[in-house]
């Protein structure tokens, strides 16, 4: 028999136990449950820990730390067992957070509006006047719907005797309930049948009542509102969960600078032109969101967009000046603001806290502050929670000299220990942990009152007996498992009925900067395919490095070199010479290397990779979960790939190399056939095309034109090399039964429209393309680009007849159809320039007028 879990599991006096009760039994919530843990065998474990990490990897769910060395590809944490909660406890919590939501609206209203708060001494002046979120131009703004709070959250910690304190307030722009979501997904099937028959309610409902909320108060009239979701970027530390919420919930994910104001009303720029939005879910704090009338040197905001509010033409949720109940200070002033502006007592009281602006808080925190923990009064101040009982003589005394000095920015709160809850080990076969835990509760405002999400964000401590908890200093998480003893609600917001005036195609909601990011993600994917394609056609042969394959290296060497995918400096210009391949297969093993993954050199393909998933994670929420696997995985393989070539002997690395661009085309197959098979063809889905073919037309004709320039190309095996890297060898050999040979090799790689691979079938579908995006978006047609194709179908290609490529020296054939393809390839370029202008710059009239005048 194996040994019990609880054989090995702490229970520690000084902290409330989840699971167990005083007496070290199963709390009955937790009974099934744990039954079923006992019953697990390490091998089912094991594979569930697998899951639960695999599918956060395949999910790229991320947490940015900042500062930490893994940036802004950590991993989300997510320990497999949840927290379970009994039904009538959680009544009891979600009553009390109702009411501390109504209370902080109640109190926002005020200090923007009467402030009789402040005039009757329920909360001192100075502790307003004194924070930085307190927004003087907010002043007087009455909201939509007299709603300040459309979403809070509450972060909650147990005491050791059992009761629900509230730990701190998150009012501005309260994080977690996307990552809530995804802890939902991921653990809901890793106990499938746990989840079912405990009863645990579901979320679906609460974010469908938040999202109908938004609906309601945004003053759209008579036409469907737009509710966009406003982020920071993906430098924000939750940048996936703007993305995962923006889905979720069907809002466009933007950032400022897609947004405008225009006659105190905001815009979303698309490419069909500005759409008038209603209301902003934001996720930018509150002194960002406007540049002009709040914190000049923001450039994440929108000009104007306090003047659109206050004129009533925009919901924004949460209100600007909300940030200002985020204060460690005020929570110690709100039983005397309940019972003033709500006439009742306040349901769940916060932790024990003094404001040391106060000489009375300040005398009590000077003589027992030994028992007390110091915090800043403000958000604004790095400042980290300092524990009396851990201060030397030396440093109480400096902490008291500057409580003395500056009283305001301090506040004192009662030290409360976290409750724990077990996580499974990891490093041991059959063994729980405890760790420390908080609960981060959510509230909805909405026309009919407030609704609690039933569950939230548990997070957890990264040691036992942990002081706090922070998920930017290695906390975990939890799903949270609210039970229920009544029928458990299955609505899922994916299933709402929709009617014929919510009908959307054509990706209308597209703002120009989604749409220009997806532009460039067809360019860099293009890009990596054709770059990583040559580079395995040079580097198979230096790996053969046999005397046969010694000519066609050269000359694959040579036209890596032409197009500017080696690393090799440029000759001086006072010499004649250009720039050279080293001879020695040293140097060639080196500046092969580097020009796959060389850090000192950002023009490689590791370069182009990153800024591929760069601008990938710029347009995160329009990508299928598949879609987003595959860049996940090319992410792994490009770090993976980045560490060993640190590691590894040269010589080993060459199989490495290799292997590692066969992934790098893999990926790329994969994701050109999610971008035809798994995408809406809408305007995104058009651009992102036409920035594929853009791209291979360039590098196909330029390639093209340097090959038949180059001398080199003219040694044994160069038509067969180049018939490998526009991925036409099969092709042709399935034609022709004999050795490649210029004619049909040149037929095959530029004139042939039906391989996709050929100059002639990129310019055939970018016409199509473009002539049918003038259509719908409107414009001129693509006259440039059409005299190309004319120049290229009016080359006589029976020039070439009869002739042997190896005794071809440049010839006058060669050089008229090297021409046209580099003309080809400019006017490729051009035309990328003139869409830029046309579609992602939106240079005004005014803007037009101003320069040529």
């Not at 653990?187 to 679906?204: K, M």
């Not at 200070?329 to 309940?338: E, I």
């Amino acid at each position: 028999m194996p040994r019990s879990l609880l054989s090995t599991y702490p229970q520690t006096p000084d902290r409330f136990d989840e699971m167990l009760a005083e007496d070290g039994s199963i709390r009955r919530a937790w009974q099934p449950f744990f039954a079923h843990l006992e019953a697990a065998t390490p091998e089912q474990m094991r594979h569930r820990l697998d899951y639960v990490r695999r599918r956060i990897l395949e999910n790229g769910v991320t947490y940015n730390v900042y500062a930490d060395p893994e940036g802004a590809d950590r991993p989300w944490e997510l320990d497999p067992l949840p927290l379970i909660l009994c039904p009538d406890e959680w009544q009891a919590i979600a009553s009390a957070v109702q009411q501390r939501a109504r209370l902080l609206n109640a109190v926002l209203r005020d200090l923007y509006g009467e402030q009789t708060l402040l005039r009757d001494g329920i909360v001192p002046a100075a502790l307003i006047y004194g924070h930085n979120n307190y927004l003087w131009p907010c002043q007087d703004i009455k909201p939509l719907g007299d709603t300040y709070l459309h979403l809070y959250a509450a972060d909650l910690a147990r005491s050791p005797d059992g009761r629900w304190w509230v730990i701190a307030d998150r009012t501005q722009t309260p994080s977690g309930a996307g990552y809530a979501l995804e802890n939902r997904t991921i653990i809901g099937r890793l106990f499938p049948e746990q989840f079912r028959d405990l009863h645990v309610q579901h979320l679906a409902s609460f974010f469908r009542k938040f999202q109908q909320a938004l609906a309601h108060w945004a003053p759209h009239g008579d036409e469907p509102p737009l509710i966009v979701l406003l982020t920071p970027g993906p430098y924000n530390e939750t940048y996936f969960e703007h993305t995962y919420l923006a889905r979720y919930l069907a809002f466009p994910l933007v950032e400022g600078q897609d947004l405008t104001v225009r006659g105190e009303c905001v815009y979303l720029k698309t490419l069909n032109g500005l759409r008038r939005v209603h209301a902003i879910m934001r996720r930018l704090d509150d002194d960002y969101c406007d540049p002009l009338e709040l914190r000049g040197d923001s450039a994440l905001g929108i000009p104007g967009l306090l003047q659109a509010v206050r004129a009533g033409n925009v919901l924004v949720a949460n209100a600007l000046g909300s940030g200002l109940l985020e204060s460690a200070a005020l929570p110690g002033f709100l039983p005397g603001a309940c019972k003033k502006l709500l006439g009742e007592p306040l349901a769940m009281p916060s932790v024990a806290t003094w404001w040391c602006g106060e000489q009375e808080a300040l005398d009590y925190t000077i003589a027992n502050l030994e028992h007390l923990v110091i915090k800043g009064a403000y958000p604004s101040q790095t400042f980290d929670p300092l524990f009396g009982n851990e201060l030397t003589a030396g440093s109480r005394d400096e902490m008291i000299a500057r409580l003395r000095a500056r009283p305001q920015a301090y506040v004192a709160q009662e030290l409360v220990n976290y409750s724990q809850a077990p996580s499974w080990s990891p490093d041991h076969k059959r063994r729980l942990l405890p760790r420390g835990v908080g609960l981060r509760v959510y509230v909805a405002a909405t026309p009919s009152g407030h609704v609690v999400m039933p569950g939230g964000l548990t997070r957890v401590s990264a040691k036992a007996n942990a002081r706090t908890i922070s998920m930017q200093r290695g906390g975990s998480s939890k799903d949270t498992w609210v039970l229920t003893n009544a029928a458990v609600n299955t609505f899922s917001l994916l299933k709402h009925s929709v009617g014929k005036a919510d009908l959307v195609r054509g990706g209308l909601k597209l703002s120009s900067r989604v749409v220009e990011n997806l532009y460039w993600f067809g360019r860099y994917s293009e890009r990596c395919d054709k770059t990583a394609r040559l580079l395995r056609v040079a580097l198979a042969r230096l790996v053969d490095a046999g005397d046969d394959a010694a000519p066609a290296l050269s000359s694959a060497l040579d036209l890596c070199l032409a197009l500017k995918l080696l690393p090799v400096a440029e000759a001086d210009p006072e010499s004649n010479a250009g720039a050279k391949v080293p001879a020695s297969r040293v140097q060639r093993e080196a500046l092969m290397l580097t020009a796959i993954c060389g850090k000192e050199w950002g023009a490689g393909l590791a370069g182009d990779l990153r800024r591929l998933l760069w601008v990938a994670a710029q347009v995160r929420e329009r990508f299928s979960l598949d879609n987003w696997h595959a860049l996940n995985r090319l992410q792994h393989q490009l770090q993976a790939y980045s560490r060993l070539r640190s590691s590894e002997a040269l010589a080993e690395e060459l199989g490495d190399a290799l292997a590692f661009l066969d992934q790098v085309l893999l990926a790329s197959s994969s994701l050109a056939g999610f971008a035809m098979d798994n995408m809406t063809r809408d305007d995104g889905w058009r651009l992102l095309i036409i920035g594929r073919r853009i791209e291979r037309l360039i590098f196909l004709a330029k390639a093209c034109a340097q090959f038949l320039r180059l001398e080199s190309t003219r040694a044994p095996g160069g038509l067969e090399w180049l018939l490998e890297f526009t991925d036409s060898i099969i092709t042709y050999r399935s034609s022709y039964m004999t050795q490649p040979e210029l004619l049909p090799t040149l037929d095959l790689v530029v004139f042939d429209d039906a391989n996709p691979h050929s100059v002639a079938f990129q310019l055939q579908i970018l016409l199509r393309y473009l002539d049918q995006q003038a259509r719908l978006l409107g414009g001129p047609r693509d006259e440039t680009l059409r005299q190309a194709q004319e120049r290229l179908q009016a080359f006589d290609l029976g020039l070439f007849e009869g002739q042997s490529f190896g005794d071809c020296r440049a010839c006058n054939p060669c050089l008229q159809l090297a021409t046209i393809l580099e003309q080809a390839a400019t006017a490729a370029a051009a035309l990328s320039d003139r869409l830029a202008m046309r579609y992602f710059s939106h240079v005004s009239d005014v803007s037009h007028y101003t320069l040529t005048s």
